[in-house]
């Protein structure tokens, strides 16, 4: 059976498509540099500035698993077309920002139409290019996932300097009503139309157990893990996901088909993807804050600051995407791992109020190089294991894990660096405020740098996946359900 399906312009749909999610994951990041801003503005402190960045990944962690049943219920016209729309919506209301909560809400409602283009992003683009020239089309992607929340304090860091932090959002919405004008004339209809039953029941225990996790992980910046606040969601999120994987094995037609987790280079893939992305939105909000609050550079200094590492993405992730087929995922990986590793080693080495600028531009530089190397392959050896049939299920398998652990890294790199300046501040009660931040900043690369770790362990296990023959994959669709994800 063929994996292409025919269209009149793949290049444009694919470049519409990506342009689409590109806005949406800049939106990830995009306030990262105005959070001091917005803070003072509205009066808040961190722990709940925060929650602008960490809200609109919950939502994306939230929604991308029941997009694998949208996508069974609604064109790929409706969904593309809705996306963009409803993530218009949100720009303009962030935009208008009367007060905190109407900013939140902008980002809530950005967040849906972002969690609508994500997964049909990666589904069509597998159906649209022939198999030959995955590595390529993947390559950008990986361009799309990795440059749009690293470049979002950067470019949102001229802006503010030069306009203010609102007008992020009024570009972003002249962008979208550009993008919405394009897509009605170019998007087609690719997707198979099914109209699977709707168990509610999938959706809330799905809602719940994200919802929870992410709740409780973002308020350990605020409150000790003792505390009811952290460990009562906590704990009825990880059972609400439990209860959720069990009903999917167990349903004849699974919201989201975990059985593509049987394929053991799609679980080590997703994994490898897991770890990246949480490394690349923790970074994307501890550095700005450290270059602003430690080393005191203006918003458009500290963006540019950032743009090297960015540079080295946008050059990189196409001849990587290139090279894929030649030189495969393994080597890849493992070299990128090294690198990222690398990365982490060298600000642990340098990170205080008194580094020089261009230490941190060679650790961001290094820290990208060896991300770009990771993400692609990753996400490509992935993919290349699953039928067909299975691709809208892997794609929201995998990106509801990437929201996840962009959301779980925000949350997490937070509070260790709150937890971290207030140990600095106990052992040096006389410190500046410069010297306070910087210590809590290199706190939490420590945990940043045990997730690289772990990810290089995991890229030695990165193998060329198998083809699978059409019996086999019709034996996994119609298995028994699982007793264990994870098959060696």
Known sequence: MSTQIQVKNPKTMAFILMLGAFAGLFGETALNMALSNIMEQFSVPA??????TTGYLLVLAILVPVSALLMKWFTTRQLVMGGMTISLAGAILAALNFNFSILLLGRVVQAVGTGLLLPVMLSVMLIIFPIQKRGVVMGL?????TLAPALGPTLSGVIISTLSWPYIFWFSSIAYVLLILVAMAKIENVSEMTKPKIDISSILLSTIGFGGLIFALSTMAEVAISSPRVWAPLLVGVLALILFVIRQNNMAQPMVNLRVFKYPMFTLGTLTMFLGILIILSTGILLPMYLKGALLYSAAMAGLLLLPGNAVNFILSPIVGA?????????FTISGFILVVMGNIVFLATLSSQTPAWQVVVAFMILFFGLTMVMMPAQTNAMNQLPRELYADGSAAMNTLNQVAGAAGTAIAITLF??????????FPNATQPEILAAGIKHAFYFITGISVIGLICSFFVKKPSPVPEKAAAA???AEPVRNLYLS
């Open 141 to 145: 992607m990986g361009l799309v996932i």
């Open 323 to 331: 090279l894929f087929d030649k030189v495969g995922a393994r080597r």
């Open 476 to 478: 996994v669709k119609t």
């Open 418 to 427: 709150t937890s971290g300046q207030n140990s600095f501040v106990m052992d």
């Open 47 to 52: 722990a709940t500035a925060q929650w602008l």
